[in-house]
């Protein structure tokens, strides 16, 4: 299949007609989940409490139901996303399939970066991570112009865990656009959670697809 992360372009993806039909993000609003950190070999965890009720976090790839079971936190990037500069922080929210039997694949991971802005408002997801209170995944995803969370615009490829063992069993889906956060949100992770990163790796002859 191939390593992750990668480098993704806007002009070397093929836009799918219709995103959602591969994958769709549950929206829950009211949501919250609590959850606790556990390091192991530099690379922290924020395992996810198992749900108190049948909100919770889950999407849906290739007509299979999956939920939310961590969250990885990189103070340095690992994927490179468009042009230009390049962010600052990436946040990995690690989905498990809902139910056992037969899955696409064993793990489905959305990637979001964020862009180091002092002037942006306080970023309520990191906010409730830096003080260890519940959590809603919602918070982390960019907003649009109008202010809406975007859920609907990301890359997709097929690629591995980039911490060890590395194996080649995640389907990625990093978003286009990206979060805003500053340094006093990064500094409390950063010194209580410090992570490993891992360089781009080569795409070979995997395909990338979009949904925008």
Same mark, same amino acid.
């Given at each position: 299949?191939?390593?992750?992360?990668?480098?993704?372009?806007?002009?070397?993806?093929?836009t799918?007609? /219709?995103?959602?039909?591969?994958? %769709?993000?549950?929206?829950?609003?009211? /949501?919250? *989940? @609590?959850?606790k950190?556990?390091?192991?070999?530099?690379h922290?965890?924020?395992?996810?409490d198992?749900?108190?009720?049948?909100h919770?976090?889950?999407?849906?790839?290739?007509?299979?139901?999956?939920?939310?079971? &961590? *969250?990885?936190?990189?103070?340095?990037?690992?994927?490179?996303?468009?042009?230009?500069?390049?962010?600052?922080?990436? *946040?990995?929210?690690?989905?498990?399939?809902?139910?056992?039997?037969?899955?696409?694949?064993?793990?489905?991971?959305?990637?979001?970066?964020?862009?180091l802005?002092?002037?942006a408002?306080?970023n309520?997801?990191v &906010?409730?991570?830096?003080?260890? *209170?519940?959590?809603?995944?919602?918070?982390?995803?960019?907003?649009l112009?109008?202010?809406?969370?975007?859920?609907?615009?990301?890359?997709?490829? %097929?690629? @591995?865990?980039?911490?060890?063992?590395?194996?080649?069993?995640? @389907?990625?889906?990093?978003?286009?656009?990206?979060? @805003?956060?500053?340094?006093?949100?990064?500094?409390?992770l950063?010194?209580?959670?410090?992570?490993?990163?891992?360089?781009?790796?080569?795409?070979?002859?995997?395909?990338?697809?979009?949904s925008?």
């Amino acid at each position: 299949m191939g390593q992750s992360p990668i480098e993704l372009y806007e002009t070397d993806a093929l836009t799918l007609a /219709c995103g959602t039909d591969l994958f %769709e993000i549950d929206d829950p609003k009211d /949501c919250k *989940i @609590s959850g606790k950190f556990k390091t192991e070999k530099g690379h922290a965890n924020f395992l996810v409490d198992p749900p108190e009720k049948d909100h919770f976090p889950e999407l849906t790839f290739r007509g299979t139901r999956y939920q939310l079971a &961590k *969250i990885h936190l990189h103070t340095h990037p690992e994927h490179v996303v468009g042009e230009g500069e390049q962010a600052k922080y990436e *946040i990995h929210l690690i989905h498990v399939p809902k139910r056992g039997g037969a899955a696409p694949s064993p793990l489905v991971v959305i990637g979001i970066l964020y862009t180091l802005d002092e002037k942006a408002p306080a970023n309520p997801g990191v &906010k409730c991570l830096c003080n260890k *209170i519940k959590i809603n995944p919602i918070d982390f995803f960019p907003l649009l112009e109008d202010g809406q969370t975007d859920l609907v615009n990301w890359y997709h490829y %097929e690629g @591995s865990l980039t911490t060890f063992p590395y194996s080649e069993n995640v @389907s990625w889906f990093v978003m286009r656009d990206r979060g @805003s956060i500053t340094n006093a949100e990064i500094a409390p992770l950063q010194t209580g959670e410090p992570q490993d990163y891992r360089k781009v790796q080569p795409l070979d002859r995997r395909l990338i697809v979009r949904s925008f």
